[in-house]
């Protein structure tokens, strides 16, 4: 049988950028993260300051909400989309209660990666976190 080319312990390294109005949702998502056994976890509540924690943290993934106030989930999708090089590969998950198609749409036409709609099954977020995960380090080996 042929050796894992990413070990489980190279994705859980990774540092994971949660961001959402909601401190409910943070806690779920926080718990859900360290129960899979990452331990890089940063999270914002307060979109306004989403931004300038993405440029300081420079994330492996970004798990965002699209329904915030002051600054919603896409205005940071089209601004990651400014600050990041065009070579970079930085996957965002969208995790949202806005499941309308244009809401999809838009999201991934910025840039999201994936999208999933609240209540999520926590089993699967946590499948494609890994997933998204393990293609930028894919991406990354790429590059290098």
């Given amino acids: 049988m042929p050796e894992n080319l990413i070990q489980p312990s190279e994705i859980l390294s990774r540092r994971v950028l949660a961001i959402d109005d909601e401190e409910a949702n ?4 926080r718990s859900l ?3 899979e056994g990452y331990s890089d976890i940063h999270c914002v509540s ?3 300051k989403a931004m300038q924690a993405y440029v300081d943290l420079e994330p492996d993934l970004v798990l965002l909400d699209l329904m915030m106030p ?3 989930g896409f205005q940071l999708l089209e601004a990651f989309g400014r600050h990041d090089r065009a070579e970079e590969f930085r996957p965002v998950l969208v995790l949202t209660a806005d499941t309308t198609l244009q809401a999809r749409r838009r999201a991934l ?3 999201a990666k994936d999208f999933v709609a609240k209540p999520f099954d926590v089993i699967e977020v946590a499948l494609r976190i890994s997933n998204l995960l393990e293609t930028r380090i894919l991406y ?3 590059r290098n």
């Fill in 26 to 29: 943070l806690l779920l998502l």
């Fill in 33 to 35: 993260l360290e129960r």
């Fill in 46 to 48: 307060d979109p306004a």
């Fill in 70 to 72: 002051e600054v919603d």
């Fill in 109 to 111: 036409a910025l840039g």
């Fill in 140 to 142: 990354e080996r790429l």
